[in-house]
């Protein structure tokens, strides 16, 4: 069994960034593609992007792509999610999640508790 910690979220004023991290318990991880979810309050959850297993190759939705950046150091058993140019509307609590496949659509085995992120204008 996989766990994934997330952290590095917080307050931000709107144009800020901030980075969070996905720290996984078990150095498996390194096989498995990392994606990362929000969901706002009232909202259905929101997929943001994926990363294989390798980092070699990564997907940002459109609604993130330019502004957020997803990446892995598996020496570290850790995936990151950079956002930058952050807007109100991205306040969320964030969830990274690892699957056995890299793709759009995968079944996502295992999920962090999430991490909350607050853009204040």
């Known amino acids: 069994q996989v766990q994934l910690v997330e952290s590095g979220g917080g307050l931000v004023q709107a144009g800020g960034s901030l980075r969070l991290s996905c720290a996984a318990s078990?150095?498996?991880?390194?096989?498995?593609?990392m994606g990362w979810f929000r969901q706002a309050p009232g909202k259905e959850r929101e997929f943001l992007g994926a990363i294989s297993w390798s980092g070699n190759s990564t997907y940002h939705a459109d609604l993130v792509k330019g502004r957020f950046t997803i990446s892995r150091d598996n020496a570290k058993n850790t995936a990151y999610l950079q956002m930058n140019t952050l807007k109100p509307e991205d306040t969320a609590v964030y969830y990274c999640?690892?699957?056995?496949?890299?793709?759009?659509?995968?079944?996502?085995?295992?999920w962090g508790q999430g991490t909350q992120v607050t853009v204040v204008s």
């Open positions: 078990d150095r498996a991880i390194t096989r498995y593609a």
């Open positions: 999640a690892a699957a056995t496949n890299y793709g759009l659509g995968v079944r996502y085995d295992y």
